[in-house]
Each structure stands twice: as structure tokens, then as C-alpha cells.
């Protein structure tokens, strides 16, 4: 017997019983969970089950398929919130030091960040960035300097709206590929 009171064979039935509901939450969930992939959501809902089924009280008037269903969305969603507060982060941080930047070399340098471990974020900013047009590295480093977007345009002969378009565009695709 595990901490959740079930033995295999209870496991087996209620897994036959349930899981293609938990598959069909999970499915919902997999975009906005991109940490987890479905196989992982899966087994997080059986999870669920389980604690669901020594937490089930028939008296309260509620089916437990009922019970079961508010309970994986409930852990689904806030799964999906943990997700949303990592890439928020992420993009925080991205944002961040792309805008302070000083100069190209040193973009992304970030010694205090835990999510990427030996310089890996700044490996991967500086890598993307030799990626871009030349244009948009320009457009980025001379923000970084302080310009406006309209001081920009009128030096590379484009409206302010369009450098504007074009910074955000760049950026996102070095998030893109922090995410």
C-alpha cells in the first residue's frame, strides 16, 4: 500500500475507469503547461485520482467523477499558473537586460539569474542575436543607448513605428528561444 491507500489492482480499475477523462483535461492543458509535456500532466491527474478517491466523501452529494474532474482542473490550473509565472520571468528578464544593455558583447549578462546555469543565457542571447539582420542588432544596441524610437527612424530613414516593430519582432524571437 503507497501513501494514497490503493492497491495495484484498484489503481488498474480506476485508471481503465478515468483515464481517458484525465487524458482529455490533460490535452487542454498541454500548450499553456509547456514545461510538462501530456505524458507528464497524465500521470500528475492519475496523481490526482488517487488522492481524490481517499479524499471522496459520497455524503456531500457530489458523483466522484464530478469530484475528480474539479480536482485535475484544479491541479492543471495551477500547474499551468507555476508555467505562466516561469516564462513571465523569463521574459522579465530578457526584457530587461536587452534594454540596459551597453553595448552587444555584453548582453545577457546575468550572474544572479538561477534559470540558466555557466552562462548559459548569455551564450544563447549573444547566439541569437548573431542571427538577427544587422539592422534590428542596431536598432537594439542604439535603445539600449538611450534613443527613441522616432531619433532612430529618422537616422535609418524609417518611421518610428516601424523601429519599433521591428526591436519588439527581434526580441521576441531571442525569447522564443529562451522558451
Not at 481517458?20 to 490533460?26: K, Q
Request: glycine share 6%.
Amino acid at each position: 500500500m503507497d501513501k494514497f491507500d490503493c492497491s495495484d489492482e484498484e489503481y488498474s480499475v480506476l485508471v481503465e475507469k478515468y483515464g481517458r477523462m484525465i487524458g482529455s483535461i490533460a490535452k487542454k492543458y498541454v500548450n499553456s503547461c509547456r514545461e510538462h509535456d501530456f505524458k507528464d500532466l497524465v500521470q500528475e491527474g492519475e496523481m490526482v485520482m488517487l488522492k481524490a478517491k481517499r479524499m471522496y466523501n459520497p455524503n456531500k452529494g457530489a458523483k466522484f467523477i464530478t469530484y475528480l474532474h474539479t480536482a485535475v482542473r484544479r491541479r492543471f490550473n495551477k500547474i499551468s499558473d507555476e508555467a505562466r509565472r516561469v516564462r513571465d520571468t523569463k521574459d522579465k528578464i530578457v526584457n530587461d537586460h536587452i534594454e540596459q544593455d551597453q553595448g552587444l558583447s555584453s548582453l545577457g549578462k546575468i550572474d544572479s539569474c538561477k534559470l540558466f546555469k555557466n552562462g548559459e543565457l548569455r551564450s544563447i542571447i549573444d547566439e541569437e542575436l548573431a542571427k538577427i539582420p544587422e539592422i534590428d542588432r542596431k536598432i537594439i544596441k542604439m535603445r539600449s543607448e538611450g534613443r527613441t524610437y522616432s531619433e532612430i527612424g529618422k537616422l535609418l530613414n524609417f518611421s518610428g513605428e516601424y523601429i519599433k516593430i521591428r526591436q519588439n519582432n527581434a526580441i521576441e524571437k531571442i525569447k522564443r528561444k529562451l522558451l
